[in-house]
């Protein structure tokens, strides 16, 4: 027995040399490490595998439980549609949601690295490039007309389609850096793909913010310069354009121009509304202006259109206007008014107390917080700036409940909420030709810039065409500069006494029409086309990021192309960009036009 433990015991010590030799402990680490990774990817595929597993029972769970409920869809809709209605929110809070809350990563990491790494390339160097694209163009023999080559869907307009397929399409999207804030001046130098929400993130530290910061974090600088931006200082202001002090564009015959006021005014006031038909922006200069931490905001319900329309007049018109006006319509007759002033940081226990980040994934959406004061009656309180200006980009204004209808559950916005809104842009991308033609029979995105003086009516009017509610009213000054004015030419009789501005308002809708509520068909091109007759009619103007049924005539009308049509032939532009019309019309097959064309030849 003794001697067999002895053996035993040398049996074990021979061992010992062999595991001492390096080469051996080298093999034994290899072999722990390559069993550890093993055993970690076998963990990391069954989590994987049961996460699977458990999205595709949520997403089924989730399509069951709101496809179950009627839709309200009448079954003239395209079978396609009606299927894309009953799985649109599982997509848009499994797919959607998170792939836009990635973007907003992407981005976060971009500015995060711009700020203390030296930024690749020079304003110049991405400047020449597109001047060598357009040169190289022009050798071609001009063929085709310009576009820049940003896909269709990652616009911010209605429009699945830009009508680019003919085009000759030239890069931009390099032209995304902040180049320079001089605080001096009060000037801020950007190129056209900066977004507002990077300009936010970056001037709202320094205690800076553009002079007019329009709501969404996606809308970008070039889009507002060369399209419109108006935020709720519009109503002292004016639109974004009227902050723009001077502009860098590469024109159709590849030179690199600078225009303002001073240098050439007929171009510089031609180039706000032309939607890029005049050339391509390469860098704007615009106000900045210096701000408090928070936002003053009081809460006026009011009980009838005249009465919402007597005080909005009263407010915008004063002698003393706040900072901040803009009121939210929630039935034909009942609104809220909201009144804001930036302050300084409360310090009193009565306004600490007040204070509301409206903007927290866990806070109810900013417009049905606003809802309650109809009942509540008049309040105020104190919202930290940024959050205000962004107020609603997480419900994108009152669309998100229409799309994910348990959005506004506090179990949704404490669980899901902190991933933010779904992208515009995204929401596109995921739309098909027959999604995107039948969805203009279930879904109204419009607005009209009315005279302030015709809000009441254009209220019950919107009520008759669309009964959508929420409506949004931003109050805006627009200017009358005469052969300047550019594409909004305002009629004398709506000037404000004394003074070469007048107040409009921007009435919108977005939503589903009341028609298609109660499972009825609605008439978009009846109910648009009345509109853009009665908003012509009255002198006002239509967003033209929505769709716009009408002829090109008639958008002519509207628009006052006289300033931009002169600068056309100026810059030689005729071959080389699409008229705005060109741009801005319906896609092909979405409206018939034909009957209203051939009125017009027969005149």
């Not at 711009?114 to 063929?143: C, F, I, M, Y």
């Not at 307009?157 to 999207?173: A, E, P």
Request: aromatic letters at 10%; glycine letters at 6%.
């Amino acid at each position: 027995k003794n001697g067999g433990n002895q053996i035993g015991n040398r049996g074990n010590l021979w061992l010992l040399p062999v595991f001492s030799h390096p080469r051996v402990q080298e093999g034994v680490v290899s072999f722990t490490l390559c069993l550890v990774a093993r055993v970690a990817v076998a963990m990391l595929c069954s989590l994987l595998t049961y996460a699977g597993i458990a999205l595709v029972v949520a997403f089924v769970t989730v399509a069951i439980a709101t496809g179950s409920q009627d839709t309200g869809l009448s079954a003239s809709f395209p079978w396609q549609f009606r299927l894309a209605a009953r799985l649109r929110t599982p997509i848009l809070v499994f797919f959607v949601v998170p792939l836009s809350f990635l973007l907003w990563v992407k981005r976060v990491i971009v500015r995060t690295v711009r700020r203390h790494l030296p930024v690749e390339g020079t304003h110049e160097s991405r400047v020449a490039s597109l001047v060598d694209q357009v040169k190289a163009w022009n050798d071609s023999g001009r063929k085709r007309k310009l576009r820049t080559a940003r896909p269709n869907w990652a616009g911010m307009s209605t429009r699945l389609s830009s009508n680019k397929s003919d085009c000759h399409l030239v890069d931009t999207m390099a032209f995304n850096h902040i180049l320079n804030i001089d605080e001096e001046n009060m000037l801020l130098e950007v190129e056209p793909r900066v977004t507002m929400g990077d300009l936010t993130a970056t001037l709202l530290p320094m205690g800076l913010a553009l002079q007019v910061q329009v709501e969404m974090e996606s809308i970008t600088v070039g889009g507002i310069c060369m399209g419109f931006g108006m935020e709720t200082n519009s109503h002292a202001v004016g639109l974004f354009q009227e902050s723009i002090v001077e502009l860098e564009i590469v024109s159709a015959d590849a030179r690199v121009r600078t225009v303002s006021a001073k240098s050439d005014e007929e171009v510089f006031r031609a180039l706000p509304w032309s939607h890029g038909t005049l050339g391509f922006i390469t860098k704007a200069l615009v106000k900045i202006v210096r701000v408090k931490p928070y936002v003053h905001v009081r809460y006026i319900p009011t009980s009838s259109p005249a009465e919402l329309q007597a005080k909005m007049i009263e407010l915008g018109e004063g002698d003393n206007p706040p900072q901040f006006l803009e009121a939210t319509i929630y039935t034909k007759d009942r609104a809220v008014i909201q009144i804001g002033d930036m302050v300084d940081t409360p310090t009193a226990p009565a306004d600490v107390a007040k204070i509301n980040g409206i903007n927290w994934w866990w806070k109810p959406f900013y417009y049905k917080w606003v809802e309650t004061f109809l009942e509540k009656g008049e309040a105020d309180e104190f919202v930290p700036l940024k959050h205000y200006y962004h107020r609603f980009t997480r419900s994108v204004f009152w669309e998100l409940e229409d799309m994910i209808p348990f959005s506004n559950h506090p179990v949704y916005r404490a669980l899901w909420g902190w991933l933010g809104a779904p992208e515009v842009s995204l929401l596109k991308l995921f739309q098909g030709p027959v999604i995107r033609k039948a969805s203009i029979y279930a879904h109204v995105v419009q607005e009209s810039i009315m005279p302030i003086r015709e809000l009441s009516t254009g209220i019950d009017k919107f009520d008759n065409w669309f009964g959508v509610y929420p409506l949004l009213v931003f109050p805006i000054r627009i200017y009358n500069r005469g052969e300047m004015s550019g594409f909004l030419r305002p009629q004398p009789r709506h000037m404000q006494a004394g003074k070469d501005s007048g107040l409009w308002v921007d009435l919108g809708a977005y939503g589903p029409p009341r028609k298609v509520k109660e499972g009825k068909m609605w008439d978009p091109k009846k109910n648009i086309r009345e509109l853009e007759h009665w908003t012509r009619d009255i002198g006002g103007w239509q967003a033209i990021y929505t769709d716009l049924f009408c002829t090109e005539t008639e958008f002519r009308q509207m628009f006052d192309h006289t300033l931009l049509d002169k600068c056309r032939k100026k810059l030689n532009c005729d071959d080389a960009f699409p008229q705005v019309y060109d741009k801005i019309r319906p896609e092909a097959g979405l409206i018939d036009l034909s009957a209203e064309l051939a009125k017009e030849k027969q005149r």
